[in-house]
């Protein structure tokens, strides 16, 4: 059932990008599996350069574990979430996958445009990033309010000039300390 959902936007994005399908074209043939646990999705990859629902006994050339976690972080589009993705099988298909999630991209606007036309589908599209940047400016804001709260008025963290002055002291500390412990075995010496 995931596979088919997942095929059908796949291929849509894929069908708007040369670009795509012609990364994935030298795989045809070859099976993905995606595994977010319970989930799993299979899919193969035609001559074409598209992607079409796997058979559950296909023999997978790829197989990509993520959790919960980090198909999250994968859905932010954070990069750095593929240094954590269990990687089973083919590294130059992985590479393209990865090339892939990286670059391509949903042009909302422009699906939009061809059901209520181009003016309102910019218009719709703008209202859209504006939203976005106020929800990213607000989680920000909300970030540095909490931290500031949290070190100034009910101190449950520590700040970073805090922090640093005490890693220098604890640094002096144990270098008077190595200073002293060698004077004293130098008396004792004597």
Not at 150 to 162: F, H, R, S
Request: aromatic share 6%; with cysteine.
């Amino acid at each position: 059932m995931f596979d088919a959902l997942a095929g059908a936007p796949l291929n849509h994005l894929l069908r708007a990008s040369d670009w795509a399908r012609k990364a994935l074209q030298p795989h045809a043939g070859k099976v993905a599996v995606f595994r977010c646990l319970p989930f799993e999705t299979r899919l193969r990859i035609l001559d074409s350069g598209e992607v079409v629902p796997a058979p559950a006994d296909a023999e997978p050339a790829l197989i990509l574990t993520l959790t919960p976690g980090l198909m999250l972080r994968a859905a932010a589009r954070d990069d750095r979430v593929w240094r954590d993705v269990q990687i089973d099988g083919d590294a130059a298909l992985a590479a393209v996958i990865h090339q892939l999630w990286r670059h391509l991209r949903w042009d909302a606007e422009e699906d939009l445009s061809r059901v209520v036309g181009d003016v309102a589908a910019h218009r719709i599209a703008e209202s859209g990033r504006t939203l976005r940047r106020w929800a990213e400016s607000g989680g920000d804001n909300l970030a540095r309010s909490f931290a500031e709260y949290w070190t100034e008025e009910q101190p449950l963290i520590a700040a970073g000039d805090d922090v640093a002055r005490f890693t220098a002291e604890v640094d002096r500390l144990r270098d008077d300390v190595a200073r002293l412990e060698k004077r004293i075995a130098l008396l004792d010496r004597r």
